[in-house]
């Protein structure tokens, strides 16, 4: 792809330097909001793999519960002596129980994870939409080194405040 040169007749031109700065200004405004883009995914993905972790040791609880519910009422169907069977029948109460019980703190845990990782993938949308936007702002602006026209710097500027009003309520979220 050959390079745009400056000539002396671009040099002329004082839109030309205008409309330059405003390619490089868009420029680092896309750079900051694509990074905030990807650490907003990398973030997405960090808790979504936290909340999966928390769900796999809630079903680890609960089948810990249910296995423990199971062995009760075995134990409770087949003793011989209730007596006997008592001791171990409360062991197993007991057990169950803290089970059921840590089952709900860690629901509640990964309920968080999930809430959290829904924020995430939000505000890595709306980076997304913000970079998607500077990249056509950024675009449009450079065409007026070739076709010389005012109306693509002109929209360039309308993508890019649209894509740096995205940015921001990537950030407000």
Known sequence: MPEIEVTPEHRADPATRRVGILVGVVGIFLSVVTIASHRAHTQAVIHRTESNDQWAYYQAK?????????????????????????????????????????????MKGAQEKDAKCELEEHRALRFDIGEGLLELGLVLSSLYFLARKNFFPIFGILSATAGIAMGVAGWLL
């Open 62 to 106: 609960k089948i810990r519960e249910s296995a423990n519910d199971v062995a009760l009422t075995l134990l409770q169907s087949l003793a011989a002596d209730p007596a006997k069977a008592s001791d171990a029948a409360h062991k197993l109460e007991v057990a169950r129980d803290k089970y059921a019980d840590d089952a709900k703190e860690i």
